[in-house]
């Protein structure tokens, strides 16, 4: 009998314990679910946030427009950004790659209710900026995708911004635009120029005809080094340099050449197949030659070519003519002596 009562007794535990798993198994399953449901509404309002999620190395072209500018297109040939209405004229990779990154990946801070909405405030119909971008896929399949930007919105801070052929509108923050803030001539590699300093700076040659004067000293160096970080290779007439483009800038026969003689520190072997080195500085010269003057927006510029750079550049005149006044000034002075 008091067998039978353990039995009972033992029986009942189990049960109890039994069920108390099974209602925490069911609590756990709760909770499980109900952070799954929340993950999945999480990710699900982010989703709806985001404007745009591709792979900007799948993206073969891009152009972009900011009102009363002339719409930049570029595209992808041969692995490399070119720009798309002249392929010889050369890009500046990183920059170009930076649009694409920005266009590929874009969020959104809020969706605007279109309910009701006064749309025409949003200034989408005459946008501020628009841009368009093309993918293609692994089978060769493209898709473009073109977005415009309209007015600022006091209210979400931030601006309407829409993708044609969605009926979504978004408010995004300022940021985008800011990859896109360049004139053809600003993306474009025209090279890089050195830079001097008082340091490095050594010297001045300027040639004129069959006269060349040879220019140095502490003034000099102030003068040519702020006339040297003038000249910016961005800043460039034309980057063909055939018959008809050095006949139309005067640079067939260049009137003025102009060396910036600096320092350069390089490293070299101390001895033939020696694994010792050392470091020497050594003289170089960059080489300008002068053409003629010519006019843009209402400003007089100087065309000039650079030894071992492939575009036609432009200075201001008057950074020509302070070159030239320097050459008279000195030649003057010789005369006197």
């Known amino acids: 009998m008091k067998q039978n009562k353990r039995m009972r007794t033992m029986v009942i535990m189990l049960c109890v314990v039994v069920g108390i798993f099974i209602v925490y198994k069911m609590a756990q399953s709760m909770n499980d679910a109900k952070e799954r449901k929340e993950a999945a509404e999480q990710a699900a309002q982010q989703s709806e946030l985001m404007i745009a999620e591709y792979d900007y190395r799948d993206a073969v072209a891009l152009s972009y427009t900011k009102r009363g500018n002339e719409t930049v297109s570029v595209e992808i040939q041969n692995s490399r950004w070119v720009y798309a209405p002249d392929p010889t004229l050369p890009l500046n990779q990183t920059t170009v790659a930076y649009m694409a990154n920005a266009l590929a990946s874009m969020g959104a801070q809020s969706i605007v209710n279109l309910e009701g909405a006064d749309t025409a405030a949003f200034g989408l119909e005459d946008p501020e900026w628009t841009f368009s971008v093309t993918y293609e896929a692994d089978d060769g399949t493209k898709t473009e995708h073109t977005y415009?930007?309209?007015?600022?919105?006091?209210?979400?801070?931030?601006?309407?911004?829409?993708?044609?052929?969605?009926?979504?509108?978004?408010?995004?923050?300022?940021?985008?635009?800011?990859?896109?803030?360049?004139?053809?001539?600003?993306?474009?590699?025209?090279?890089?120029?050195?830079?001097?300093?008082?340091?490095?700076?050594?010297?001045?040659?300027?040639?004129v005809g069959d006269e060349t004067r040879h220019l140095s000293g502490d003034d000099v160096a102030d003068d040519f080094i702020t006339i040297c970080d003038l000249l910016k290779p961005s800043a460039y007439a034309d980057h063909h340099i055939n018959e008809t483009t050095l006949q139309k800038y005067g640079l067939v026969q260049p009137h003025t050449e102009v060396s910036f003689n600096y320092k350069e520190t390089i490293t070299v072997a101390d001895t033939a197949g020696a694994t010792s080195t050392s470091t020497i500085e050594q003289i170089r010269g960059f080489k300008i030659q002068l053409g003629d003057t010519f006019e843009r927006d209402g400003e007089s510029y100087t065309a000039y070519l650079a030894d071992g750079y492939t575009f036609i550049y432009y200075m201001p005149t008057s950074v020509a003519n302070s070159i030239l006044t320097h050459f008279s000034a000195d030649l003057a002075a010789e005369g006197e002596q």
Do not use: C, M
């Open 148 to 207: 415009v930007q309209g007015s600022y919105n006091e209210f979400g801070k931030g601006y309407y911004f829409k993708e044609l052929g969605v009926e979504k509108v978004y408010i995004i923050v300022e940021g985008l635009t800011q990859f896109f803030e360049y004139e053809l001539h600003e993306i474009v590699d025209a090279g890089t120029f050195p830079v001097l300093s008082a340091e490095k700076f050594e010297s001045v040659d300027i040639t």
